[in-house]
């Protein structure tokens, strides 16, 4: 299948909203490779494919690969107007997406899809209390934004990042049963220990996290 490349995809060089915070020794931003926005299997398919897997392969994902699910799970598909790929609770933006794999943690910027450096550290144990979270390649941390929803109580902003999450966690199932990934959505975690672990600001609090990778 061809990629295509419809949106104005900006350059490596272009500025990020968290460019100006350093970037942790021998870690630099990745640029990603440019999102293949057509194809995969139809939807009644994937449908009919989605399903939780808790075993996996330790193997990698290609670059095409980590571009193509980041883009399905919170790309922005209107380029003009900024618009997600998940619905999103006011048209705001609540959920910061983190990426923890072997070579450390990265947060997905969708203006300018890429993975910006944030921990040069392999914490995979601590996205989870099951044994598969350190073993695959990839577990993604939905953590909400506090900052975008101080108008509401305590226990909303949680159940309204929530919801957002689950939206991303769905396009999650649906491209992995497309491609043939294994995955699993879970709050089998200590959401303080991964805080800790994610060194998150008083602004960010713990969702869900997300598990991706081969299947065993």
Same mark, same amino acid.
């Given at each position: 299948?061809?990629?295509? !490349?419809?949106?104005?995809?900006?350059?490596?060089?272009?500025?990020?909203?968290?460019?100006?915070?350093?970037?942790? #020794?021998?870690?630099?931003? &990745?640029?990603?490779?440019?999102?293949?926005?057509?194809?995969?299997?139809?939807?009644?398919?994937?449908?009919?494919?989605?399903?939780?897997?808790?075993?996996?392969?330790?193997?990698?994902?290609?670059?095409?690969?980590?571009? =193509?699910?980041?883009?399905?799970?919170?790309?922005? !598909?209107?380029?003009?107007?900024?618009?997600?790929?998940?619905?999103?609770?006011? =048209?705001?933006?609540?959920?910061?997406?983190?990426? &923890?794999?072997? !070579?450390? &943690?990265?947060?997905?910027?969708?203006? /300018?899809?890429?993975?910006?450096?944030?921990?040069? #550290?392999?914490?995979?144990?601590? /996205?989870?209390?099951?044994?598969?979270?350190?073993?695959?390649?990839? !577990?993604?941390?939905?953590?909400?934004?506090?900052?975008?929803?101080?108008?509401?109580? /305590?226990?909303?902003?949680?159940?309204?990042?929530?919801?957002?999450?689950?939206?991303?966690?769905? =396009?999650?199932?649906?491209?992995?049963?497309?491609?043939?990934?294994?995955?699993?959505?879970?709050?089998?975690?200590?959401?303080?220990?991964?805080?800790?672990?994610?060194?998150?600001?008083?602004?960010?609090?713990?969702?869900?996290?997300?598990?991706?990778?081969?299947?065993?």
């Amino acid at each position: 299948m061809k990629k295509v !490349n419809q949106a104005p995809w900006p350059s490596a060089s272009a500025a990020g909203p968290r460019d100006s915070v350093a970037a942790p #020794a021998g870690m630099a931003v &990745v640029k990603l490779p440019a999102p293949r926005t057509e194809g995969g299997k139809p939807l009644m398919e994937a449908l009919r494919l989605r399903r939780s897997i808790r075993e996996f392969s330790p193997q990698a994902l290609s670059a095409e690969i980590q571009s =193509n699910l980041l883009w399905a799970a919170y790309g922005i !598909n209107r380029y003009e107007i900024g618009g997600r790929t998940a619905p999103c609770w006011r =048209n705001s933006i609540i959920i910061d997406l983190y990426v &923890v794999m072997p !070579n450390g &943690v990265w947060l997905y910027d969708a203006e /300018t899809h890429r993975l910006l450096p944030h921990l040069a #550290a392999d914490i995979r144990t601590e /996205t989870g209390l099951q044994d598969f979270v350190g073993k695959a390649p990839v !577990n993604l941390v939905y953590v909400g934004r506090r900052e975008q929803m101080k108008d509401l109580p /305590t226990w909303e902003r949680r159940l309204y990042a929530s919801v957002d999450a689950a939206f991303i966690g769905q =396009n999650v199932y649906l491209f992995c049963a497309s491609e043939g990934l294994a995955t699993v959505f879970h709050q089998t975690l200590d959401h303080g220990r991964v805080g800790r672990a994610l060194q998150l600001s008083h602004e960010q609090f713990v969702v869900f996290a997300q598990t991706v990778g081969y299947p065993a």
